[in-house]
Every structure is written in structure tokens, then in C-alpha cells.
Antibody, heavy 119, light 111 residues
Framework: QVQLVESGGGVVQPGRSLRLSCAAS????????MHWVRQAPGKGLEWVAI????????YYADSVKGRFIISRDNSKNTLFLQMNSLRDEDTAVYYC????????????WGQGSLVTVSS | QSALTQPPSVSGSPGQSVTISCTGA?????????VSWYQQPPGTAPKLMIY???NRPSGVPDRFSGSKSGNTASLTISGLQAEDEADYYC???????????FGGGTKLSVL
């Protein structure tokens, strides 16, 4: 069965960096695009980024463009989100999700990893 | 890209039907049949319920259905059950570099 497991969350000071990982299993990881989606405490879902199945294309939400980098290692079935210059408003649960049809829909989601940006 | 507009809350009694609307723009919902709906019970991850406007993934009850007219998509849940109580989010492909936009979410209460 498809499994997505995020890790790497925690408490970090404003301006610092953090890298999230998403370990995938149960499907051919290298055949699917992947997303990051976040949810601030008590708020709705916000799309963050997408990466093509082969890493050739990447797109970002305006709120993270220039600060966050999405990447993947298909040899290790792992998705990453490098988060730099973190701000208070980046505090959220970060979910990885599998893409179907280049942004068409997200069919499987991980359980999420909490990132708290606080001094 | 602005978030899609959903009502903050809807409610219904067991056995009744409810409809949640999702209003976007001609550049997203109005241009593409790439609207999806997600269910998120408290403290859990979102789950895909409807994709491409009106398709159900395997395992989703046929009580859940989707539709679209112009810039507005809708999710209808018939024969409400207590287990349907959750937050529901719509999403649309945007065709721009921001790719995907979500609605603000609707809290469904089953009275």
C-alpha cells in the first residue's frame, strides 16, 4: 500500500533553515510528481510546491518562492523540502502528497510534520 | 492566485443531504475540469474524496458526488452520517506557475 512518511520537523528560530524529508513506499516513486502542502495551526491547506517525477520541473507558491527548495532522490524514494530564511508565518504542519496528472489532484498524503518557527 | 471561496460551515442531520460550494475564477475552476475535494477529520491528514470534478476514488462511498457550473464547483453528500463530520477542502489546477490553489475549507457538522 502507498505510504508517505514525513520527518525533520521541529522548533527553529526565525531566519534559520530546516530540511524536511518524505519517505515513500508502496509505489514506483520515480514515476510520480510530488507536492508539499502546509497547514498553519487552525487554518486551511496551502499548496507549497510541486516537483516533476524526474525532478526536471519545480514550481512554488509565491509565499515561499526564493526561500524554499523542493528536491528528490529517486534512488532513495525520498522527497525533500529545504526551508531557508524561515519566518513566523511558516509555522505549520507540512504534508507531502503524491501528484496525479501534474497538479490534477493529490491522491495520497503523509501524516504531516510540524514545523514551529519561534524565537 | 487567490484562494477558492468556500462557506466556513455547513450542517445537516443524519440522513439529510448537504452541498458545499467552491467558487473560483475563470482562470482556474472555470477553465479546467481539474477540481478535487478532500476530507480532513480533526487531527488527521487530508483524504481525496473527489477528483476531476465528479470522479470518486476506489473506496469512497457513492454518497459523495461532485459537480461544476461555470466558476463554481460543488460537493454533495447525501444520506449524511456521523462519520462524515470533518473539514472539507476543494482544490483546482490553475494553469499558472502557482499550479494548485485550495479553498479556505468548510466545517461540516452532523447534528
Amino acid at each position: 500500500q502507498v505510504q508517505l512518511v514525513e520527518s525533520g520537523g521541529g522548533v527553529v528560530q526565525p531566519g534559520r533553515s530546516l530540511r524536511l524529508s518524505c519517505a515513500a513506499s508502496g509505489f514506483t516513486f520515480s514515476s510520480y510528481g510530488m507536492h508539499w502542502v502546509r497547514q498553519a495551526p487552525g487554518k486551511g491547506l496551502e499548496w507549497v510546491a510541486i516537483i516533476w517525477y524526474d525532478g526536471s520541473k519545480k514550481y512554488y507558491a509565491d509565499s515561499v518562492k526564493g526561500r524554499f527548495i523542493i528536491s528528490r532522490d529517486n534512488s532513495k524514494n525520498t522527497l525533500f523540502l529545504q526551508m531557508n530564511s524561515l519566518r513566523d508565518e511558516d509555522t505549520a504542519v507540512y504534508y507531502c502528497a503524491r501528484d496525479r496528472g501534474a497538479g490534477n489532484y493529490l491522491d495520497y498524503w503523509g501524516q504531516g510534520s510540524l514545523v514551529t518557527v519561534s524565537s | 492566485q487567490s484562494a477558492l471561496t468556500q462557506p466556513p460551515s455547513v450542517s445537516g442531520s443524519p440522513g439529510q443531504s448537504v452541498t458545499i460550494s467552491c467558487t473560483g475564477a475563470s482562470s482556474d475552476v472555470g477553465s479546467y475540469n481539474r477540481v478535487s475535494w478532500y476530507q480532513q477529520p480533526p487531527g488527521t491528514a487530508p483524504k481525496l474524496m473527489i477528483y476531476e470534478v465528479n470522479n470518486r476514488p476506489s473506496g469512497v462511498p457513492d454518497r459523495f458526488s461532485g459537480s461544476k457550473s461555470g466558476n463554481t464547483a460543488s460537493l454533495t453528500i447525501s444520506g449524511l452520517q456521523a462519520e462524515d463530520e470533518a473539514d472539507y477542502y476543494c482544490s483546482s489546477y490553475t494553469g499558472s506557475s502557482t499550479f494548485v490553489v485550495f479553498g479556505g475549507g468548510t466545517k461540516l457538522s452532523v447534528l
